[in-house]
């Protein structure tokens, strides 16, 4: 008879990725690290089902009682639940399995000065991720370190087979950086960070005992697997913004159009002509002018608009479609 391996205790926890748009920059909520692993972490908070019937209440209290801050819109996006993701020696230990939430919300003055003293802060979200901002055009480190080192590591012999339909590593590196014939897709945000740690290149697969590489691609390493989480959020805000109006949950409730599409650019990462941009935000018929105006630019004042919230009614996806190929 068979020996039965007693199967490790699995525990469902929360991870939250935080977004604010914050002087014109997208802005990810970071709780510090302590002790030997420093690095900052998305909050997080273990689900009690005797405490709350569904994820998304218990994700809200955690949050709000790690950074006193109350959340807006939220959606689940995937779960995390992969071995190795804490690094426990033998994989000792309760199991955790995460489930990542894509939450956002508005800043002001007196709830950053409540987070930090809940011991959080706003972090631009491309200080982590900073070949994903194009705002400024295509970002030297992608040419100048992560090319030249993912195609290195694409020469080497396949430790493995591919399996299936798999493509090459080659034609994962063109799709995921727009190489060749491919266009830049601002979505494959977590295609190339897998493609990154696959590669040895990311900090967190040096970590995890999983990467060798003696180059690691610029950006802030996060604690476990929080990076990826974060990742996975870009991608899908990325995505969301063409065609459901989230945009507006992160927008005050009146601003310019010089505001909104700093916002939308912010989010994107990429850079939208002035005009073009009007003309789409006047098409999707997403917004209405409320009559007033601010100087608080400085120059000129700038007219005053608000979200049309009968386009709700209106159109069944109505978003604005930046960057659609």
């Given at each position: 008879m068979s020996e039965t391996r007693a199967r490790p205790p699995v525990e469902i926890g929360l991870n939250a990725a935080v977004v604010a748009i914050s002087g014109g920059r997208p802005s990810i909520l970071a709780i510090g690290g302590e002790g030997p692993d420093s690095r900052d972490a998305l909050p997080?908070?273990?689900?009690?089902?005797?405490?709350?019937?569904?994820?998304?209440?218990?994700?809200r209290a955690s949050v709000e009682a790690q950074t006193?801050?109350?959340?807006?819109?939220?959606?689940?996006?995937?779960?995390?639940?992969?071995?190795?993701?804490?690094?426990?020696?033998d994989e000792a230990g309760t199991h955790m399995v995460s489930v990542g939430y894509l939450a956002l919300t508005r800043t002001?003055?007196?709830?950053?000065?409540?987070?930090?003293?809940?011991?959080?802060?706003?972090?631009?979200?491309?200080?982590?991720?900073?070949?994903?901002?194009?705002?400024?055009?295509?970002?030297?480190?992608?040419?100048q370190i992560i090319l030249p080192a993912l195609k290195s590591w694409a020469a080497e012999p396949p430790l493995e087979e591919r399996i299936g339909t798999m493509p090459s590593p080659r034609t994962r590196m063109r799709l995921a950086f727009g190489l060749d014939d491919f266009p830049w897709d601002?979505?494959?945000?977590?295609?190339?960070?897998?493609?990154?740690?696959?590669a040895g290149l990311a900090e967190e697969a040096v970590t995890d005992g999983r990467g060798t590489s003696c180059v690691s691609a610029p950006g802030v390493a996060m604690r476990h697997d929080h990076r990826r989480i974060l990742a996975t959020a870009m991608a899908r805000l990325r995505g969301k913004i063409k065609y459901r109006p989230?945009?507006?949950e992160l927008m005050a409730p009146e601003f310019t159009l010089t505001e909104l599409q700093a916002s939308v650019e912010a989010i994107s990462g990429r850079h939208l002509h002035k005009q073009n941009f009007r003309r789409l935000v006047e098409g999707a018929e997403?917004?209405?002018?409320?009559?007033?105006?601010?100087?608080a630019t400085g120059g000129r004042p700038a007219a005053l608009f608000r979200f049309r919230r009968r386009i709700l009614e209106e159109r069944p996806a109505p978003g604005l479609k930046v960057g659609m190929r």
């Open positions: 997080f908070g273990p689900f009690d089902p005797r405490q709350h019937r569904t994820f998304e209440t218990s994700l006193a801050l109350k959340l807006g819109y939220i959606e689940q996006l995937y779960t995390f639940g992969d071995r190795g993701r804490q690094k426990l020696p002001d003055a007196e709830a950053t000065e409540q987070l930090a003293e809940a011991g959080a802060a706003w972090r631009d979200w491309y200080s982590y991720l900073p070949w994903e901002d194009w705002r400024q055009g295509r970002p030297a480190v992608i040419d601002e979505e494959r945000v977590l295609e190339r960070y897998e493609l990154l740690y696959e989230v945009i507006f997403l917004v209405e002018a409320t009559g007033g105006s601010t100087s």
